[in-house]
Antibody, heavy 116, light 113 residues
């Protein structure tokens, strides 16, 4: 069974940083692109970033503006999202997802709240 | 970036009634070399992650009830629920994966009348 379990969310002050993790299991991690999608409270889905199986190709949404870094540790079956210079607009549930195009597998998400 | 626009934003439907949600893409999602439309539909219930219902515009994901169907091509697509059930109350999103970055519609909330 495919499982994606996010962690690392929490309350952070504006300007702060967080590193989100997503532990994957139930599939051959090293053969799949991984993505992050976020959802602000009461709002729609917004794609954030993706990384290829080797970890050497990454793509980001325009709104990231150089503040986010995506990486993966294939030995640990884990993908990361480093988020810097957080603002209130980054408050959202961050979902880890498996897929290159359509997304058949999603984690349950981790909530990031940016507030002073 | 491709803008995806859904209509309506919300609708209330009686149990057993047919429900139709529309999705319009800012450009064609039809890749002519393989004749596939790069369009997916998702269902999201409160407190849950999205669930993939339809991909390639009309292919039902494994395990999805056959009352859900997708149609359309190019820029105009439709998700139809042939007879609404209570468990279908959710927000529905379309997504294009024709070009990066992928993008989602704003969502359509379906409620029971």
């Amino acid at each position: 069974e495919v499982q994606l379990v996010e962690s690392g969310g929490g309350l952070v002050q504006p300007g702060g940083s967080l590193r989100l993790s997503c532990a994957a299991s139930g599939f051959t991690f090293t053969t799949y692109w991984m993505q992050w999608v976020r959802q602000a409270p009461g709002k729609g889905l917004m794609w954030v970033s993706r990384i290829n199986p080797d970890g050497n190709i990454t793509t980001f949404a325009d709104f990231v503006k150089g503040r986010f870094t995506i990486s993966r540790d294939n030995a640990r079956n884990t993908v990361y999202l480093q988020i810097n210079r957080l603002t209130a607009a980054d408050t959202a549930v961050y979902y880890c997802a498996r897929g290159t195009a359509m997304i058949p597998y999603w984690g349950r998400g981790t909530l990031v709240t940016v507030s002073s | 970036d491709i803008v995806m626009t859904q209509s309506p934003d919300s609708l209330a439907v009686s149990l057993g009634e047919r429900t139709t949600i529309n999705c319009k893409a800012g450009q064609s999602l039809l890749y002519t070399s393989n004749n596939k439309n790069y369009l997916a539909w998702y269902q999201q219930k409160p407190g849950q992650p999205p669930k993939l219902l339809i991909h390639w515009a009309s292919i039902r994901q494994s395990g999805v009830p056959d009352r859900f169907s997708g149609s359309g091509s190019g820029t105009d697509f439709t998700l139809t629920i042939s007879g609404l059930q209570a468990e279908d109350v959710a927000v529905y999103y379309c997504q294009q994966y024709y070009s990066a970055p992928c993008s989602f519609g704003q969502g359509t909330k379906v409620e029971i009348k």
